[in-house]
């Protein structure tokens, strides 16, 4: 059973950046893929970001590529998603999560385990 903590929101002007973090326990981290979805409240889970078990192949959703940067270290067990350039469009509650594979999906249902969300507020 994994285990997942966000941590790294805030409230940021936009223009402005923030990094999330995701600390992983529980498993054996580098057998996952991880992923970034984000959430408003009455709508679906939105597919940000995903990235392979050893770190070297990152997936973007096109509403953010260019302006993230996903990235993992399977020494400290985290994932992290570095976001720049953030728009009021980017507000929204940023879950991570981990799949046990090689490849991450971009689709929900793919990951198995889930962190309980961290709130990135972006102000105009």
């Known amino acids: 059973q994994v285990q997942l903590v966000e941590s790294g929101g805030g409230l940021v002007q936009a223009g402005g950046s923030l990094r999330l973090s995701c600390a992983a326990s529980?498993?054996?981290?580098?057998?996952?893929?991880m992923g970034w979805f984000r959430q408003a409240p009455g709508k679906e889970r939105e597919f940000v970001a995903a990235?392979?078990?050893?770190?070297?192949?990152?997936y973007y959703a096109n509403s953010v590529k260019g302006r993230v940067t996903i990235s993992r270290d399977n020494v400290k067990n985290t994932v992290y998603l570095q976001m720049n350039s953030l728009k009021p469009e980017d507000t929204d509650v940023y879950y991570c999560?981990?799949?046990?594979?090689?490849?991450?999906?971009?689709?929900?249902?793919?990951?198995?385990?889930w962190g309980q969300g961290t709130q990135v507020t972006v102000s105009s």
């Open positions: 999560s981990a799949e046990r594979a090689a490849i991450p999906g971009t689709r929900d249902y793919r990951y198995s385990y």
């Open positions: 529980g498993g054996t981290f580098s057998d996952h893929a």
């Open positions: 990235i392979n078990w050893s770190g070297s192949i990152p």
